[in-house]
């Protein structure tokens, strides 16, 4: 991983549509425990991998999404959003 964990976990990914309700929204670094793929490049990562998992109540349903690491840094990439500090 290119960047620390916070920085990861500050970024938020999650593809739910803005005309919804979402409270209490958490992005969170986990080492996951079973196979998930990401929603934005779609590619399935099995267990034990690194991802970035968001969890939220979506219109008062709890809800989750996986995004990989891979992808996170494109979209900080693109965004430039990182100081230098969060550099690893
Ligand atoms: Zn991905």
């Not at 970024?11 to 986990?30: C, H, Q, T």
């Not at 008062?60 to 969060?86: H, L, Q, R, V, W």
Request: proline share 3%; with cysteine; hydrophobic share 35%.
């Amino acid at each position: 991983m290119k960047y620390k964990r916070y920085i990861y976990e500050r970024n938020y990914l999650s593809p739910i549509d803005r005309d919804v309700e979402v409270l209490n929204k958490v992005a969170k670094l986990v080492t996951t425990r079973k196979a998930h793929f990401c929603w934005v490049c779609r590619k399935t990562f099995p267990k034990n991998t690194a991802m970035v998992c968001e969890r939220a109540f979506v219109d008062g349903k709890p809800g989750s999404c996986y995004t990989c690491i891979d992808c996170i840094d494109d979209f900080i990439e693109e965004n430039e959003i990182i100081a230098e500090e969060g550099k690893t």
